[in-house]
């Protein structure tokens, strides 16, 4: 009987979504195990055959812990809210709603087809309004807590206000702004609501600040670091431009030592955890103070200091003048500094600017206000810069140096202000150079590392107090100075700046924030969800105001104004996996019975362009969770597992340059061609279709063609999938043709899970056709359904035992390509024994359904089995002694040559192997009569006859 997989496969899906096959419930008495992937953006492109990669091993996983006895949690739903949704509103006029819809609804479609195991009665959508109703309560507890670094963990802002009101801020060690001002408990009572709510708005871990952000005026919004490529929009390519702007921030800053402690904790793959150890950037160093300087007035006013001008400054340091403050993990350095360098964004820049410097400072601010962060961080070569016309004191050496800015120093980075030591940094010294700034030698040979011995590599000179001390005294003798003298201190640094919470979109989460007297405030909680209003037009209002702003009549009471811009796209993504644990609750995030039980995801499949976005969001959100009493688990994700990439297989056809006609492959040498690409869905085995490819264009109808062996080959090259390339290949059409079985096994025999690899269907028909030998194992020729009963054979059983090992060991590792060879390797095995026992091939059946789980499931009926899914018995137990030899086909070698091989028991001692070998027939032709002169027997190996 032919395997028709699409009748098999639609019969399956209908048996699951009717039977509610994958649906979990909590069970107490089995093991929790939760699978989850990285749920997807539903693009109007829908999926192509990229995109399930590690929605299959996830899946086989599933199903295989499924059959090893545990209670899988797998589910699915769609990261919904977006710029794209809402681009495309702008352009068309339809709601973002309608567009996600009919996309998610694509997306459902195409997944269904694949046969997952998921639980949809989880399914979840992160624009619904009865899912982002938990993500702005989550704003919410994050907006009325704050970071208590006593106890190390965030607490309730209602603690902080009784804190205050006992004792003011004399025993309060938080997280909080730079700027926080101290009182007494008196003082804290005679604020009035607020001032009491500005302090507050300091310590919050959601709070309101003007930050340095990506701004792209075409956008009409914010734009994250990695949504910028050289200075443009990753989205339509329009130019960014960077833009002080009073934001939402979060204070993840507070958990960097947490986040970067707890890397250590998990199994994630070390580049994801690398990249988030240098995005939280840890440094252990001093905080500096550099006094400013004001210069002496002339007839002409204020008057510019130049490098050489003899000044005292004690007699120009002006009393309660602000103080540049610097970072720095060598402060061994400091009698080296010859200048400053501050961002262009920092605070003080135009305080301190003097007339003479103001245009050039205005113009360099504005030149770089077109580059995004990211590409100030990777220019590491361009030295450019402006003198601000002010000088500082260095607090170690008093020597005065002068104050620049500079784009490789970010605002958020640090203080936003560097101290320059030309003759230890090699960026310092170009800027040095370039501007003919002092260098001063503090070191009689090299910089030292900070392992190093200045006594024994190197002497300090010039450098004052620390002259001939070690690297380790200097560092303990200046920092004890800098603190007794009140001019800086021994500190931490962490790179990580705060995340921006806020984008100036329409479709995104409403944030759950009211505005009285220019201050924030919640909504009541029974308030939630605040949904989002309907507007006529997604674009900024005139006035520049986000899109919420055009919303008519939309206001908190009908009072108060609410906050126009929405969360960013992070939001929803940063908790999603709780409230898959208990997805209809409509009272809480998640039951604490159901937090109790699944606790956290175990594995989770995802791409590691997400380690330093929701990756890291994710963790952060977890901590505050569980710092405020409502989940257990420190850390969300236990194992992470980054799938690679498949890459698209373009194909290639060449057009004789004037002309209409074209060349196969193996000719286009002799003529002068052009590569264009062509669709490769109508392209097998580099085989052109002419047909096909006359009706893709009215351009094609009249093609010619020169063929090689009546074919027409096309070329081919390994690029990434792309609509411009014509090289994306949908799920659906290899599904139409071969089914969802081999799609399945098919990607995972692409290569291991984690490299990238190209799409090729060549090899396709391969697993195919192991498909169709594997259903064939089950009828005779005659066509009909035949398995017997009789006893295995040895051979029969070896064959079995080893593919259920080889399966088991593969998918606990996650090695599921060498899996599927060896799936092909039984059934050959098989298919030469011409074995149909039902004793070997119900196991077998049991042990290829994660891989292959619709013809699966029709045999295990066929055999006998009740009218339900094979999921729900046990994977097939691995009986070791099955693999055990019992007998050896012996090489025979006369005089070292093998001439032949004699099948012996393992149990026959030299002496008996020996006399076997001289009783062969077999061998007894090649010894023509002669009488060996030794026989050599290695046992179990080799027998080496010797004439």
């Not at 670091?225 to 921030?249: A, C, L, T, Y």
């Not at 060549?762 to 017997?788: A, D, P, T």
């Not at 002694?881 to 026959?908: H, M, Q, W």
Request: aromatic content about 12%; charged content about 25%; some cysteine.
């Amino acid at each position: 009987m032919e395997y028709s997989f699409r009748e098999i496969e639609k019969k399956w899906q209908k048996f699951w979504a009717d039977n509610k096959t994958f649906k979990v419930d909590i069970d107490s008495n089995k093991p929790k195990y939760y699978v989850l992937d990285m749920f997807p953006y539903p693009s109007g492109a829908g999926l192509h055959v990229g995109h399930p990669l590690g929605y299959i091993a996830s899946d086989i996983f599933t199903r295989f812990k499924k059959l090893k006895g545990f209670n899988v949690l797998h589910p699915m739903g769609y990261d919904a809210f977006g710029l794209p949704a809402e681009q495309y509103a702008i352009q068309t006029g339809q709601h973002p709603a309608i567009t996600t819809d009919q996309n998610t609804k694509r997306y459902r479609g195409q997944l269904d087809r694949i046969g997952f195991a998921y639980d949809w009665s989880r399914e979840l959508r992160t624009c619904d309004a009865d899912y982002y109703k938990w993500t702005q309560w989550i704003f919410m507890k994050l907006f009325d807590a704050w970071y208590n670094n006593d106890t190390n963990k965030a607490e309730p802002i209602s603690k902080l206000v009784s804190m205050f009101e006992a004792h003011g801020t004399g025993n309060v060690k938080a997280a909080c702004d730079e700027d926080v001002r101290s009182f007494t408990a008196a003082e804290w009572k005679l604020f009035g609501e607020e001032q009491q709510q500005k302090e507050l708005l300091k310590y919050r871990l959601t709070y309101l600040s003007e930050s340095v952000v990506n701004w792209c005026p075409a956008l009409g919004t914010v734009l994250a670091n990695d949504e910028v490529i050289g200075g443009f929009s990753e989205r339509g390519g329009h130019p960014v431009e960077q833009k002080k702007m009073k934001q939402w921030s979060m204070r993840i800053s507070a958990y960097a030592e947490r986040l970067l402690n707890g890397l250590d904790t998990i199994d994630w793959p070390e580049p994801v955890r690398e990249m988030q150890r240098n995005w939280i950037g840890k440094s252990v160093g001093a905080l500096l103070r550099f006094e400013l300087m004001s210069a002496p007035e002339n007839e002409h006013g204020l008057m510019e200091l130049d490098a050489h001008h003899d000044v005292d400054p004690e007699t120009y340091l002006s009393a309660g003048v602000d103080k540049i403050e610097v970072f720095t993990t060598r402060l061994d350095t400091v009698y080296g500094v010859t200048f400053l360098v501050l961002a262009p964004e920092h605070e003080l820049v135009e305080k301190i600017t003097t007339p003479g410097q103001k245009a050039d400072i205005e113009a360099y601010i504005a030149k770089t206000k077109q580059k995004s962060e990211r590409d100030r961080m990777a220019d590491v070569k361009t030295v450019s810069g402006a003198f601000t016309g002010a000088y500082a004191i260095n607090p170690l050496s008093g020597e005065k140096v002068q104050v620049w800015i500079a784009d490789y120093v970010l605002a958020g980075y640090g203080t936003g202000a560097v101290m320059a030591v030309p003759s230890g940094d090699e960026r310092d010294y170009r800027f040095a150079k370039h501007f003919n700034l002092p260098i001063v030698q503090i070191l009689d040979s090299q910089i030292l590392d900070e392992t190093a011995d200045a006594t024994k590599e190197g002497k300090y000179v010039n450098s004052g107090m620390i002259n001939g001390m070690t690297y380790a005294e200097a560092m303990k003798a200046l920092v004890e100075k800098i603190e007794a003298d009140g001019s800086g201190k021994a500190k931490t640094n962490y790179r990580m700046r705060d995340a921006i919470f806020a984008r100036q979109r329409y479709w995104g989460e409403p944030v759950p924030v009211f505005f009285k007297n220019g201050l924030p405030y919640l909504i009541d909680e029974n308030d939630l969800p605040l949904v989002l209003p309907d507007v006529d037009k997604y674009l900024p209002t005139e006035t520049g105001e986000p899109p919420l702003a055009r919303a008519a009549n939309w206001k908190y009471k009908n009072e108060f104004e609410y906050e126009h811009s929405t969360m960013p796209g992070w939001a929803g993504s940063s908790w999603y996996w709780y409230r898959y644990m208990d997805a209809k609750n409509e009272n809480v995030f998640a039951s604490t019975e159901a937090i109790d039980y699944w606790k956290d995801v175990d594995l989770y499949i995802g791409g590691s362009e997400h380690a330093t976005g929701h990756l890291l969001y994710s963790r952060f959100w977890n901590k505050v969770l569980k710092d405020l009493g409502y989940v257990k688990e420190e850390e969300p994700f236990k194992k992470l597992i980054n799938q690679g990439m498949i890459q698209g297989r373009s194909n290639f056809v060449y057009r004789i340059i004037g002309t209409n006609k074209f060349v196969s492959y193996g000719l286009r040498k002799d003529y002068d061609t052009q590569a264009l690409h062509v669709d490769v869905n109508i392209v097998t085995n580099d085989v052109l279709d002419l047909d096909k490819f006359k009706n893709l264009s009215p351009d094609y109808v009249n093609a010619e063609f020169i063929l090689e062996d009546g074919k027409y080959i096309c070329g081919h090259e390994v690029e990434k999938m792309s609509k411009s390339k014509y090289n994306v290949v949908s799920p659906d059409d290899i599904i139409d043709q071969y089914g969802a079985d081999t799609l399945r096994m098919y990607e995972m025999f692409l290569g291991p899970l984690e490299q990238s690899k190209p799409w090729n269907t060549n090899g396709i028909s391969g697993v195919y056709n192991f498909l169709r030998k594997f259903w064939n194992l089950f009828y005779n020729e005659q066509g009909n359904f035949f398995v017997s009963n009789e006893e295995p054979t040895k051979a029969e059983l070896k064959a079995l035992h080893k593919i259920i090992q080889k399966v088991q060991e593969d998918v606990e590792r996650f090695s599921f390509n060498t899996s599927v060879s060896s799936y092909m390797i039984c059934v050959n095995e098989l298919t030469a024994l011409k074995c149909n026992k039902k004793t070997i091939l119900e196991p077998l059946v049991i042990a290829l359904s994660p891989y292959a789980p619709h013809i699966t499931e029709e045999l295990w009926v066929l055999l006998g089995n009740e009218a339900g899914s094979i999921i729900h018995t046990s994977f097939p137990e691995f009986k070791a002694e099955y693999l055990v030899e019992d007998a050896f086909d012996y090489p025979i070698s006369i005089n070292g040559k093998v001439k032949t091989k004699l099948n012996l028991p393992l149990t026959l001692e030299a002496a008996d192997v020996e006399k076997a070998v001289l009783e062969s027939s077999d061998v007894a032709k090649y010894l023509d009569g002669k009488t060996p002169k030794k026989v050599i027997v290695v046992k179990g190996r080799i027998v080496n006859v010797v004439l």
